[in-house]
């Protein structure tokens, strides 16, 4: 559906995406994850027609459309702001669309009915747009997007500005949505958990290029460098020295299956238990003191400075819990760890 190559955009002299390749399927999600200021927002408007590319070509449905005008490429893009029509009616904006490509008005009408329900409007169409809540509005603007049925929905940080329970309840709600609309997906974020959670492929970005593209937990197991590691959150990422078959690292001598050579030991947030609760008695033990205990809902997150100078973070399910100031035996489970070539780990 999607085939972008070589695309090169720039403001100036600053390059802003950089000889990127991506594509997407008919009906996949590709989630674009970086941080801010890597180029998310430019790719998007580049394949919406909004930002000329330099370099490269975009394809959609196999027809090449980097010289196309904005509303030949019949994709929809929602902007990271929303830029609603502030002084419109819901259904007035959601008829945007259809009625820029000429639909007749029982279509029109059909679409945005169509469109509210999908986003849970319904009975929405009459109300002015200012009066509605900052949610109510997010969901307005994704219900915009979907209405002309692009072939291309591009969503640019949708849940960026919501509150916790309203973003968690639509990142729920959203893979449903994808489904009844049926459309490829470009969602592009800064969040990881959206990005792991709703894609189908994640491409992770920094500085106008991906750094790794593939499904969320091959990513999330399999880090392709130090960077995407710590953008995941994944800690400690430590240096290690691999040698037949162990990594030594400043916290234990681990056992991986990697080659001999400098390498980074990627810690992954199911390695660390409490020894008591380990069942895997293969892996190495580290003992240390509880600093601080954070509750987290269903578990508590202990933080333990490890006796090796290393800080380690471990999920406790049951209680009684250890209190800071506690020693603990920790196990460090061997399979819960990733090997990366050392390299980049103080970018
Ligand atoms: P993201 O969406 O990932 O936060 P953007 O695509 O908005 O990143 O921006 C990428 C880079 O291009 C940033 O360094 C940003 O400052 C710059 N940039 C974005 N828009 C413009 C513009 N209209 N003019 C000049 N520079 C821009
Ligand atoms: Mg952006």
Not at 113 to 140: C, M
Request: net charge negative.
């Amino acid at each position: 559906m999607l085939e972008v190559t070589g695309l090169t955009v720039a403001y100036g002299a600053h390059v802003a995406v950089d000889n990127v390749d991506l594509d997407a399927a008919r009906g996949e999600v590709v989630c674009v994850l970086g941080p801010s200021g890597c180029g998310k927002s430019t790719l998007l408007r580049a394949i919406a027609g909004l930002e000329p590319p330099v370099a490269g070509r975009i394809a959609l449905g196999g027809q090449d459309v980097t010289a196309a005008r904005p509303d030949e490429r019949h994709v929809g893009l929602m902007f990271q702001d929303h830029a609603l029509f502030p002084h419109r009616s819901v259904g007035e904006n959601v008829a945007f669309g259809p009625r820029m490509r000429g639909a007749a008005a029982a279509d029109i009408e059909r679409a945005v009915r169509d469109s509210l329900a999908l986003v849970d409007l319904e009975g929405f169409a009459d109300r002015p747009v200012a009066e509605i809540s900052g949610g109510e509005q997010q969901r307005v603007a994704l219900a915009r997007a979907i209405a002309p049925r692009p072939r291309l929905l591009m969503l640019d940080e949708p849940l960026g500005s919501l509150d916790r329970a309203l973003r968690d309840r639509l990142l729920t709600e959203l893979p449903r949505l994808f489904a009844a609309v049926g459309t490829t997906v470009l969602y592009v974020t800064h969040d990881q958990e959206e990005a792991l959670s709703l894609a189908d492929r994640v491409a992770v970005m920094r500085d106008g290029r991906f750094a790794q593209i593939g499904a969320p937990e091959a990513v999330w197991r399999a880090p392709a460098d130090g960077f995407v590691a710590r953008f995941l959150g994944h800690e400690p990422i430590l240096a290690a020295t691999v040698r037949g078959g162990v990594a030594a690292t400043a916290l234990a001598d681990v056992p991986v299956e990697a080659a001999d050579g400098e390498a980074l030991l990627v810690v992954l947030p199911g390695a660390v238990s409490l020894a008591a609760d380990a069942g895997d008695p293969a892996g190495p033990k580290v003992s240390g003191e509880v600093t601080a205990r954070r509750f987290a809902g269903d578990h508590l997150a202990l933080v333990v400075a490890t006796d090796a100078g290393v800080e380690l973070t471990v999920g406790v399910w049951r209680a009684p819990a250890p209190e800071p100031g506690e020693r603990v035996d920790l196990a460090i489970d061997p399979a819960e760890v990733t090997v990366l070539p050392a390299g980049d780990r103080a970018s």
